[in-house]
Antibody, heavy 121, light 107 residues
Framework: QLLLQESGPGLVKPSETLSLTCTVS??????????WGWIRQPPGKGLEWIGS???????YYNPSLKSRPTISLHTAKNQFFLRLSSVTAADTAVYYC?????????????WGQGTLVTVSS | DIQMTQSPSSLSASVGDRVTITCRAS??????LNWYQQKPGKAPDLLIY???SLQSGVPSRFSGSGSGTDFTLTISSLQPEDFATYYC?????????FGQGTRLEIK
């Protein structure tokens, strides 16, 4: 069974960089069938796609985040990562790591449990 | 960006009711439309992909239809565990976008 688990600091100061890790078990991020990505959800609000990465390192990002996110991966550790620079209070959210499947690899069929990141001084 | 608009934003219904939620895309997305269910404090679960295909393990009372710009999610007979928030998502092009959600509450 595929499991995704987010980890990282729960509190980040404004203007600093948010860094999260997603550890995948029960499947390989080197599979050619899937993309891997990040989605966030501010408290009480809806879902926002941040970006996705393929095992080759090819990435897609949401332009609304203005070049702040960077997604990378470490295939040997079966992990992928999110860095979000210059955070503000508006970046406070539950961050989910996800697997993208389907024809466009953009059907999110597996999700981590989510991790709350609060941006505050 | 493709805008996704769901209606209604909230809905009250009773166990056993038939419920329909709609999702409209700002431009044609063929059948690149997914539906998710989210319960409080939990990650969303994929229910329907490609507009009408049932994800493995999802009960058959859930069904999806539509193509182009207009889509529906139908629950044929509501069960207590179905009270949750439902989101549509287009997978036609990046940036991926979601509807604002429909909160399904017990009447």
């Amino acid at each position: 069974q595929l499991l995704l688990q987010e980890s990282g600091p729960g509190l980040v100061k404004p203007s600093e960089t948010l860094s999260l890790t997603c550890t995948v078990s029960g499947g390989s991020i080197s599979s050619s069938f899937y993309y891997w990505g990040w989605i966030r959800q501010p408290p009480g609000k809806g879902l926002e796609w941040i970006g996705s990465i393929y095992y080759t390192g090819s990435t897609y990002y949401n332009p609304s985040l203005k070049s702040r996110p960077t997604i990378s991966l470490h295939t040997a550790k079966n992990q992928f990562f999110l860095r979000l620079s210059s955070v503000t209070a508006a970046d406070t959210a539950v961050y989910y790591c996800v697997r993208g499947a389907g024809y466009n690899s953009l059907d999110f069929d597996s999700w981590g449990q989510g991790t709350l990141v609060t941006v505050s001084s | 960006d493709i805008q996704m608009t769901q209606s209604p934003s909230s809905l009250s219904a009773s166990v056993g009711d038939r419920v329909t939620i709609t999702c409209r895309a700002s431009q044609s997305i063929s059948t690149y439309l997914n539906w998710y269910q989210q319960k409080p404090g939990k990650a969303p679960d994929l229910l329907i992909y490609a507009a009408s295909s049932l994800q493995s393990g999802v009960p058959s009372r859930f069904s999806g239809s539509g193509s182009g710009t207009d889509f529906t999610l139908t629950i044929s007979s509501l069960q207590p565990e179905d009270f949750a928030t439902y989101y549509c998502q287009q997978s036609s092009s990046t940036p991926i976008t979601f509807g604002q959600g429909t909160r399904l509450e017990i009447k």
